[in-house]
């Protein structure tokens, strides 16, 4: 209660302050105040309905107020207040930032800011976060920048079970330069971060130096530019347990990745899952819809790991089932030679949806290979793109660890321009070593690309061409070789002014350890015609056949797609899409066919400039009818209604807006659905409410 009446004093206190600013002074006042009610029903398939309802507000308050024409100081305070059924939950957070400006000097900064959590069950814990920094921009000196930032979190129990800080320094200075009727730039940063924890006195620490310099330089009339670009830095993290037993997870190197599809024994080399690209999925396709993928690591030696961290990309819709309804089965394998595989056991498996990865927690055991396999497949679309191995350092008490990570690259672009012709190359080479157990990675890629408009308007060719080479090597494992080859042409054509055309061919190739691993080619053709006014015709061809020639598998897919776009009048618009996707994929003991076809259709009706209408058809691969209804009877009030219905489901809603000044609105809202396959049933409605003024 005290903590109530402290944010209401202060945001009260506040309000008075704007009152007694000088008329002349340039002010703002500015606030914000929202309410929202949701109540939820649900109703499974053994007629047991279970009701829950939630209600949350939120506040806000503040002032900007220009002291002088240089000084800026700034006051706010948000309150946070979230009841349910069972929990009363509450937070608030004063802000105070100050900026200073000089006029064609420097620029300092400096802010805090406090967050207090007050739940009715748990510990109320603070967060603070407190910053400045100082801007120097370049004159006849080189530009400075420095900045430093300080978190604190910790709880207010006795004794603390929680309290924690973090800070960082970070320094930079750069300096651009003319030379030689050239353009060039050096650079220097330097940063400083320290994590402490003064519960289990543990310490990690990393400090971070890095220097870079670029140069480039026009000749023949700017119609060929060379750039040179350098760069060094140096990173050493360190970790203490001062105290009591401790541990860090520290990741490993990974000296290569392996995959296999439903295979014994070894697992066939895969370096895309260790080329630290988190995002795109593999061009293997490996797809966890499909259960016994094997995916895994090489660790380059004997090492104790304890968890491994696999990273997907898929659709949100997905990834919601993921964390909370899909079960994959895992399962976690070791090896000390990509052949005999052991269990590992002590395992626990989480899902984390901001880093969209599983983490795979186990029993520490001491190999170079570790692999898991999902024993079921769930959903569609869950693309693996990566894998982490970890261990944990300081495993006992009053023990400092300490690593350094050196990495230097050099490179050059060249670009050069002639009439309707252009052709670019790019050589880039790169190292870097770690103390640990004497590790070093080196790689080095170049590629050349060029595009010619053979007729304006009519044709242009376009290719590239790429090569890259990466070398790894310990003291304790065989130095690896891995390369990837890769080719790409494309043609786009304006025939007529109402048909246009592409196409595209690529190729790529990978060598590891001097033997090809694997090969892939696409090709894809695409036209777009106008064939009389407001209508739109729309058809793509695609090819893959992606071959892996150690495994033997091979993954041949062709998709066929259509659009057609029909407005025969400015309010009326149909469209109807339509696609085929046959995918073969064969191993040396079964072939898989499938094939896919989806057919839907959207009809938009703006009957008047207030009233709307939809009507969207899924005819393949499951039928479905939804109906959407748009009103606006006053400048100030809307209402929508939705309605689908289809074989396995059937749901529907309706929304009001009113917004009677700019500033204030209301909404209200109700949905409801039904499962067929399930038995289920749940309903939601909500009430919301905002307020806000400058």
């Known amino acids: 209660m005290g903590k109530r009446i402290f944010a209401i004093c202060l945001m009260a206190a506040l309000f008075v302050g704007f009152s007694y600013v000088e008329a002349t002074a340039v002010s703002s006042v500015r606030g914000a105040g929202t309410v929202v009610y949701n109540k939820n029903s649900y109703t499974d398939a053994n007629g047991v309905t279970t009701d829950s309802s939630r209600f949350v507000q939120s506040y806000s308050a503040g002032i900007r107020h220009d002291i002088t024409d240089t000084i800026t100081i700034g006051m706010d305070l948000l309150w946070y207040l979230t009841e349910t059924?069972?929990?009363?939950?509450?937070?608030?957070?004063?802000?105070i930032t100050l900026k200073f400006t000089p006029p064609g000097l420097y620029n300092f900064k400096f802010g805090h800011s406090r967050l207090d959590s007050l739940p009715s069950e748990g510990q109320h814990t603070t967060n603070t976060i407190t910053y400045t920094s100082f801007d120097l921009p370049q004159s006849r000196w080189p530009s400075l920048k420095i900045s430093y930032n300080m978190s604190e979190?910790?709880?207010?129990?006795?004794?603390?079970?929680?309290?924690?800080?973090?800070?960082?320094?970070?320094?930079?200075?750069?300096?651009?330069?003319?030379?030689?009727?050239?353009?060039g730039s050096v650079s220097y940063r330097f940063r400083n971060d320290l994590t402490e924890s003064n519960i289990s006195d543990v310490t990690s620490e990393s400090i971070d130096n890095s220097l870079g310099t670029n140069y480039s330089k026009s000749f023949m009339g700017d119609r060929l530019k060379v750039s040179l670009y350098a760069s060094i830095s140096s990173l050493t993290t360190t970790y203490r347990a001062n105290r009591g037993v401790s541990r860090f997870s520290v990741y490993l190197p990974g000296?290569?990745?392996?995959?296999?599809?439903?295979?014994?024994?070894?697992?066939?080399?895969?370096?895309?899952?260790?080329?630290?690209?988190?995002?795109?999925?593999?061009?293997?396709?490996?797809?966890?819809?499909?259960?016994?993928?094997?995916?895994?690591?090489?660790?380059?030696?004997?090492?104790?790991?304890?968890?491994?961290?696999?990273?997907?990309?898929?659709s949100f819709g997905e990834e919601s089932a993921i964390f909370s309804t899909y079960n994959f089965g895992w399962q976690v394998y070791g090896s000390t030679d990509n052949i005999g595989w052991t269990a590992i056991g002590g395992l626990t498996t989480t899902y984390n949806t901001f880093y969209h990865r599983f983490r795979f927690e186990f029993t520490e055991s001491n190999y170079r290979y570790f692999k898991v396999v999902n024993t079921t497949g769930n959903g569609s679309a869950i693309d693996?793109?990566?894998?982490?191995?970890?261990?944990?350092?300081?495993?006992?008490?009053?023990?400092?660890?300490?690593?350094?990570?050196?990495?230097?690259?050099?490179g050059v672009r060249i670009s050069y321009r002639e009439g309707r012709?252009?052709?670019?190359?790019?050589?880039?080479?790169?190292?870097?070593?770690?103390?640990?157990?004497?590790?070093?990675?080196?790689?080095?890629?170049?590629?050349?690309?060029?595009?010619?408009?053979?007729?304006?308007?009519?044709?242009?060719?376009?290719?590239?061409?790429?090569?890259?080479?990466?070398?790894?090597?310990?003291?304790?494992?065989?130095?690896?070789?891995?390369?990837?080859?890769?080719?790409?042409?494309?043609?786009?054509?304006?025939?007529?002014?109402?048909?246009?055309?592409?196409?595209?061919?690529?190729?790529?190739?990978?060598?590891?350890?001097?033997?090809?691993?694997?090969?892939?080619?696409?090709?894809?053709?695409?036209?777009?015609?106008?064939?009389?006014?407001?209508?739109?015709?729309?058809?793509?061809?695609?090819?893959?056949?992606?071959?892996?020639?150690?495994?033997?598998?091979?993954?041949?897919?062709?998709?066929?797609?259509?659009?057609?776009?029909?407005?025969?009048?400015?309010?009326?618009?149909?469209?109807?899409?339509?696609?085929v996707n046959r995918r073969t994929y064969e191993t040396p003991t079964e072939k898989i066919s499938t094939e896919?076809?989806?057919?839907?259709?959207?009809?938009n009706l703006r009957l008047t400039k207030n009233f709307y209408y939809t009507l969207s058809l899924d005819i393949e691969p499951v039928e479905e009818t939804a109906h959407s209804l748009g009103w606006r009877l006053t400048r100030a009030l809307n209402a929508t209604i939705y309605y689908s219905e289809s074989d396995l489901k059937k749901s529907n809603n309706v929304t009001i807006g009113w917004v009677p000044l700019s500033k204030?609105?209301?909404?209200?809202?109700?949905?409801?659905?039904?499962?067929?396959?399930?038995?289920?049933?749940s309903s939601n409605m909500y009430v919301r409410g905002h307020i806000r003024f400058l």
């Open 85 to 95: 059924d069972t929990t009363k939950d509450s937070s608030y957070s004063p802000v």
């Open 153 to 183: 979190n910790f709880n207010h129990t006795s004794p603390k079970t929680l309290d924690n800080r973090s800070t960082s320094l970070s320094l930079g200075t750069a300096y651009s330069f003319e030379a030689m009727e050239g353009e």
């Open 255 to 314: 000296a290569g990745g392996l995959i296999c599809s439903a295979c014994v024994g070894s697992l066939a080399v895969e370096p895309e899952l260790v080329d630290n690209n988190t995002t795109s999925p593999l061009t293997s396709n490996v797809d966890l819809a499909l259960p016994d993928w094997h995916i895994g690591i090489d660790t380059g030696a004997n090492n104790d790991v304890a968890g491994l961290d696999v990273y997907i990309s898929t």
């Open 384 to 410: 693996v793109t990566e894998i982490e191995a970890f261990s944990y350092l300081l495993k006992v008490a009053k023990k400092k660890d300490e690593r350094t990570t050196d990495a230097s690259s050099m």
């Open 421 to 579: 012709g252009n052709i670019n190359y790019n050589l880039n080479l790169s190292q870097s070593s770690v103390d640990v157990n004497n590790r070093e990675y080196s790689s080095m890629s170049h590629g050349l690309n060029g595009g010619y408009i053979v007729i304006p308007r009519y044709l242009r060719l376009s290719g590239e061409m790429s090569m890259s080479v990466s070398e790894s090597s310990g003291s304790n494992f065989d130095t690896i070789e891995s390369e990837r080859l890769s080719y790409r042409f494309s043609a786009n054509s304006s025939i007529l002014p109402t048909l246009r055309g592409s196409a595209s061919y690529n190729y790529n190739e990978d060598t590891y350890g001097g033997e090809k691993t694997r090969k892939s080619t696409s090709v894809a053709l695409n036209a777009t015609m106008d064939i009389y006014r407001g209508i739109r015709a729309r058809l793509s061809l695609f090819n893959r056949d992606f071959e892996n020639l150690l495994t033997k598998d091979r993954l041949v897919e062709d998709v066929i797609s259509g659009n057609l776009t029909l407005k025969p009048w400015k309010k009326v618009g149909v469209f109807v899409n339509s696609s």
């Open 596 to 603: 896919i076809k989806t057919l839907d259709c959207d009809i």
């Open 664 to 681: 204030v609105g209301f909404s209200l809202g109700y949905s409801e659905s039904e499962q067929f396959l399930t038995g289920t049933a």
